[in-house]
């Protein structure tokens, strides 16, 4: 066991820095034609996906908070209708599904019962193709689907999923700079764009793994809290989802994530000065929404840590706590800005003496319903 976990102290911890590897293996051989399409993101995927016009995409747990990504890039930049739904809500609904609908599936293990079910429900009522995002070969629903995009995280063992998270947002980043080049979203890019982010991101991965420490000293800030609230828009709203659920998974805090937006809808009311609130707040069309929100939470109380990048002049003041990713990009950022909550709840986790790697009551892979 200690071997396999080599200089780490828990298999988490060494997934989270196993991460800008696991991300160069999943891009590895699939953006360097100059044309780079569907085929060379996986084979016969350019005819399975002919004729798409909208896209379903079902998944649980983290593989949810990075579908729920996923629609925010689709829906931009391929033009793509994109609807995201909790397997095990989605399998015992009659739900409508169009014709043209592209599945798609994104599990770690491939053997979700839910996710899986979904698949199944679907496939009965004669609707396809199926698309899954798997970590695992030949796993069920690998064999399940017709084309699977695999992601090369390797094993991962800790149960709060860390790099399965980051190689799915750069898969489903791959495949949406892929259909983008034949169907285009209002924020369209060039898939030249795409790809240089892409070939960046491991190295700005290892940039914000650079954050250790300074998020291990924000850590310690949580001991003694219950609640913790998580902000973001955007493509960053799922991001602070998935923060929550880390800090929740665990350290047992109990932790919630909100649109900054629906913030005076109610969370306002929680708003007080032990509740700390963490702020997603990267330099996009956003920014300045996000940092009115950013007031409203501090004139009532509440500590803030604003995560944020250089550039853009931080916001200073009491009861704010700065924390810069040095070099997000900007396609790519809702990767990046995932790096420091993991290391927060890692952090949080191991200052409490929980079980970082095996948190009470979860299980890795959910295959019962
Ligand atoms: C469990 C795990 C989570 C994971 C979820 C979905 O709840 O504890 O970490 O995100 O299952 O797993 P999957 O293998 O389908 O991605």
């Known amino acids: 066991d200690q071997v396999e976990r080599g200089q780490y102290r828990h298999f988490m911890q060494k997934e989270i820095f196993e991460q800008p590897a696991a991300v160069a293996e999943t891009l590895e051989g699939r953006i360097e034609r100059p044309d780079w399409g569907l085929d060379d993101i996986a084979d016969g995927l350019a005819e399975t996906w002919s004729g798409v016009e909208e896209v379903l995409i079902l998944a649980c747990g983290t593989s949810y908070h990075a579908a729920q990504v996923a629609r925010y890039w689709m829906e931009a930049h391929a033009g793509l209708p994109t609807a995201v739904e909790v397997a095990s809500e989605f399998r015992y ?120 420490e300074s998020m291990r000293r924000v850590a310690a800030g949580l001991l003694g809290r219950e609640h913790a609230l998580f902000l973001g828009r955007g493509p960053f709203y799922p991001i602070a989802m998935e923060g929550a659920l880390k800090l929740k998974e665990i350290s047992y805090i109990h932790a919630e994530s909100y649109p900054a937006g629906e913030l005076k809808h109610g969370p306002l009311a929680l708003v007080d000065e032990d509740m700390p609130v963490f702020v997603l707040a990267p330099n996009n069309q956003l920014l300045d929404k996000v940092l009115s929100n950013l007031e409203e939470v501090r004139t009532r109380g509440g500590d803030v840590v604003v995560l944020t990048e250089p550039g853009q002049g931080p916001p200073t003041g009491e009861g704010l706590e700065v924390v810069e990713l040095p070099d997000p990009g900007a396609l790519l950022a809702p990767v990046l800005y995932t790096i420091p909550l993991q290391l927060l709840a890692y952090h949080t986790a191991v200052l409490k003496g929980t079980d970082v790697d095996q948190p009470r009551n979860l299980a890795k892979s959910v295959t019962v319903e």
């Open 93 to 212: 609904r009659d739900p409508v599904v169009r014709p043209g609908t592209a599945i798609i599936a994104i599990s770690q293990s491939g053997e979700t019962a839910d996710t899986l079910a979904a698949v199944r429900e679907l496939r009965a009522h004669g609707h396809g193709p199926v698309l899954a995002i798997c970590n695992v070969r030949e796993s069920s629903l690998d064999r399940e689907a017709d084309t699977t995009l695999y992601t090369e995280a390797g094993p991962e063992i800790g149960v709060a999923s860390t790099k399965a998270f980051t190689t799915q947002l750069t898969v489903l980043a791959l495949l949406t700079a892929a259909a983008s080049k034949s169907s285009q979203g209002a924020a369209w890019q060039d898939p030249g764009v795409w790809r240089e982010e892409l070939r960046a991101l491991p190295r700005r991965l290892h940039g914000a793994l650079e954050l250790d």
